[in-house]
């Protein structure tokens, strides 16, 4: 009897001690904490970071919108202002026809463009007879 109580008395196998278990979970617990931790002050500035860049890139955005909006109106007010003039100008009215015509002849890659080059060769012939 004495045998199996002093055997009684012994640790499980492979529990090892209990107080260093212990130890080791309040241990394991701590460093959960501090990761979790350190995760979300890495999220909560990355999420400023984030808000920071998107508000930089609005701005942005709204500067280059800005500068083309207004280029945009400086050239449609010198393109009315110019075929204000053609139309009021004196002169010959086929050169004012062709200044308002494009008169290029159009890319062989454009396959969908219909053959305007006897439209062209009108506007050019009734330009130069007024002009001689």
Do not use: Y
Not at 18 to 24: A, I, M, S, V
Not at 102 to 115: F, Y
């Amino acid at each position: 009897h004495e045998a199996r109580r002093a055997m009684e008395d012994l640790p499980a196998p492979g529990v090892g001690d209990p107080n260093k278990l212990q130890e080791f979970m309040e241990q394991w617990e701590l460093q959960l904490q501090e990761k979790q931790l350190a995760e979300e002050a890495a999220k909560s500035a990355m999420a400023e970071k984030a808000k920071a860049d998107l508000a930089q890139f609005n701005h942005e955005r709204e500067e280059l919108r800005d500068r083309n909006t207004t280029r945009n109106r400086e050239h449609e007010r010198k393109l009315c202002e110019q075929i204000d003039n053609d139309i009021e100008g004196n002169g010959n009215s086929w050169e004012r026809v062709s200044k308002l015509v494009d008169l290029q002849a159009p890319s062989h890659s454009e396959a969908s463009v219909e053959d305007i080059s006897r439209m062209r060769q009108i506007f050019i012939k009734l330009k130069n007879e007024q002009a001689s």
